[in-house]
Structure formats: C-alpha cells, structure tokens
C-alpha cells in the first residue's frame, strides 16, 4: 500500500484581491522522503504556494492537506501546532540579529521545550555541526557572510527535527562554493533525517542536482512535472525557455507595448509620459 | 465639455477624500484590536520577565541621559523665569512651589513623554518594523512562536513601566536644577524653598495626578510605537515613514491627552 502524501493539494486558486488572482487550480502531491523542487520565473506565485503550505495564506479554494491536516479547516491554534512539525528556510536567513549564532539556533528549544540548559547545548552543537559552524557559535549574525548565515539558519530550523522542511529559494545571493555547500546540505539532511523537502528555487542546475521530482509553475498554474532528467527532455516551450534560459519564448523578452511605429511617430506610450523639464542655460 | 471635466475631477476627488477616511477608520479599528491582542498576550511578559526586563534597559535605562539632562535644563529655567516674575510681587520665595508644581503636574509628564517619544519609541517602531522588512517576525511565526506575545508585548510592557519612572526622574533632577538657580546662584532662602515646596504641594492631587498621566502617556507612545513598526511596510521607505508617524502622532497624543486629563484632574484648588 502506498504511504500517504506528507502535502497534497488539490485544485487550489489563490489571489491577495479579487482582481489579482495569483493561482488558479494548482493540484500536486509530495512522497514522504522526496526533495520536490517547484520552480518557475519571479512572480510566478510559487512563494505563495509555499506560504499555503505553511497555513500563512488561506486559499481561496481547492483543498490542502498538510502532514495528514486540512490546512483550511485548522484555527490559529491548530496552525502553529501543524507549524511545530514544519522548518522554513528563508530566502536570506531572517536570523535574529540581536542573539548569538548559539541563541538562534536555541531559541525554539527555549520557546517550545523545557530542556535542561545543558542538553540545549549539546543539542544546539550537534545542529551547528551539522552545518559544519559549530566554531562559529558564539558569533553575532553581523559578522557571517551570506553563506554562513543561511547556514546557521538551515541549523535553526532543523532544531526541532521537523518532518517537512519549506526551503524558499535557498540559493539566492550566494557564491558558488556556498551554493554547493546549501545544495548538498538540503539533500544529505533530507535523506539523514528522514525529512520531506519542498525547495522553491529558479536556480536551474543546483535545484536538478538534488530534488527526485519538480513542478513548473508559470502565471499561477502548473504546467509540466517530472524528474528532472524528463524536464531536462521535455518538448514543452515554457519548461525549454526555463532550463535552457532562453530570452524568449512562452514568456515574452518585451513587456505589452502598443505598436512601435506610433510610438517612434510620438502618438504612442510614450507621448503619454510627462514633458521631461526645460533645461535654461 | 469644461462642466463635465470638472465634475469628474469633482467625483475623483470625493473618492479620494473618502477612501482616505475610511482607510483611516480602517486603519485605527486595527490599532484597537491590535491594542486588545498585546494585552489577551502579555502573559510571556510577566511570565518570562527577564525580557521585559531587557527591554526597560534599552527603553528606560538608555533614555536616562536625555531625560536626566533635559530635566535639569527645564527646572534651571525654570528658577530663573520663575524667580524674575515673583519677585515684581515681592513673593520670591515661592520659586520652590511654582518649580515643583510646574514640574510635577505637567513638565515632568509632557517634556519626559515628548523625549520619551523621539528617543524609545521611535527606537521600538524601528526595530520591530525591521524586524518585519528582513522577515525575522515571519520567522517566529513559523516556529510556532506568537511575536505579538514575544516581541511586542514585553515592549510594551516595558514603556509602560518605564515612562512614569522617567517622569519622576525628570521633575526631580528639575527641582535640583531650580533649587541650583533659585538658592545657590541668586540667593533665595533655602529655608524658604523647600518648606514652602514642602506644605504646598499635595501627594494626591499634584503628585499621584502627575503619576497618572504619565502612566497614560507611556501606554499611548507605546501602543503606538508598537502597532507603527508592526504595521510598517517591510521596505526602507516603509520603516522610516512609520518612524516618523511614531514621533509626530505620540506627541500630538500625548498633548491632547494631557489637555483632557488636566481639564478631568484638577479643579482649580476647589477640591482642596
């Protein structure tokens, strides 16, 4: 019998006002145990997707199951609980900026759990040395590099072990080495933890080095998935554009313009910008 | 076609004023509400007192240099103006009753609470407001941890405690600094200071009221402070706009409010 989905989402349609609808009828399904990436250009509502998953937005319909949860059915109460078993990575870290290296990764030990200070320590050094910045634990968030810093905030929310990690785009801003480092720790904690990952990203290469399954997103819908060697294949003109970056394609190079001619005739768009000032010499 | 024009600038401009008002009613509904919440969870301030405690140092202790400066300025003023009107009527020696009740029933309250204002508040809306732009309050909303109940309340709590205690400081640091002025450099006796000072000025209703109001005033800049950096735009522009809003609308409340609660408390000497 095949396992139950850790994330399951069924027609689900989103938008933040009644005239800017964000996704329409997204439907996916995450194993327990897979690195899933979902991927496509900014804006393309993925974050939003994740913010779903993680009961911050309610969805204006379709049904989402969390860990077992309906997510729309669940009260602020029952939210954080859902979120007591979910580790969020943030696009750049969001540590805390007034607390150590050592107090941030603590600092949901301390919150949620009535540890002996000693053994929040230990614990603390062996998610530190996981990300291999167990020498750094007594440093403020000031003085990391970018690397470093969303590393100790893989560790902080790797704390409580949880059982569904929501990476938002876990590679942005970093050196190639640090990309490296973030990529492989995604997939060996993964698998060491027995974790299920869901990565947002729309760095091409690290995002298919490490996920088993991905999901292209494009204008609030999903429209291919696969593993990633199928996408690598794949026919389809939105996934060719994203992988192979090409400039045009499905998604247009040039921004919805009127006629070049009656611009460059000056009865265009631009005759309707403000007159620049008069230069006085 | 000048008629239609002008209508429809008319309507547009109706819209506007009535969108504005009614995003401002909006926007105090959720002050209010916001307000209510910071009080159902404060039970982590009290509980963990230790970080109400470490936010009195950083909104109360920090504040002291301004404050204890600033109160010594005013009362030395204070001496000087006070000692040049009373002496036309021969009544100098009442320079210690008018500094002490000058001070205590509104300087030391409205000037701590002004300071108070620009030098904590603004502090409290911009750390939190940045706070909210590099998405630390959304990390601790996904670990589960509340950050009104975290990060707000004991703020909050800690301006409140510490607002009236800076006002105390103030008045007395502005007593010292009329008493230097009056009786060290122009000679007023020094008998005559205090124990006029001493018999005049009433527990109750000068000091308890002066209390009181600065008690309001702490919960006023505070609330405000707060519910301004929570509600900030997490941009640049965002935090330093609800600074500013921090600074201009504590001191108008704090204005009005002592206005309205110095036309409540004090009946010109009927109650006496």
Redesign the interface.
Known sequence: MASAPIVEIENVSFGYDAGRPVLHGVSLRIEPGSVVGIMGQSGCGKTTLLRII?G?LKAGAGRTRVLGEAVEGLDSKGI??L??K???L???G????DMTVFDNVA??MR??TDLPADLVSDLVMLKLEAVGLRGAAQLMPSALSGGMARRV?LARSIALDPRLMLYDEPFTGLDPISLGVIARLIRTLNDSLGQTSIVVSHDVEECFGIVDYVYFVSAGRIVAQGKPQEMRRSGEAFVKQFVRGEPDGPIPFHYPAPGYEADLDGAGALSSLPAAPAIHG | MAERTLLAGLRQWLESLGHMASSKIWRLGFAARFFVYILLHSGTAFRRFGLTIREIYFAGVLSLIIILVSGLFVGMVLGLQGYDTLQRYGSSEALGILVALSLVRELGPVVAGLLFASRAGSAITAEIGLMKA???I??M??????PIA?VVAPRFWAGVISMPLLAALFSAMGIFGGYLVGVQLIGVDEGAFWSQMQSSVDVREDIMNGVIKSVVFGVAVTWIAVFEGYDAPPTAEGVSGATTRTVVTSSLAILALDFVLTALMFTGGNAR
């Not at chain 1, 969001?94 to 900026?97: E, M, R």
């Open positions: 993680a911050w954080f609980a979120r007591r979910m580790g969020m943030f696009q750049f969001a540590l805390f900026t600092f949901q919150e949620h905030a | 590099t998405e630390q959304a990390a909303e996904m670990m589960a941890v509340d975290r």
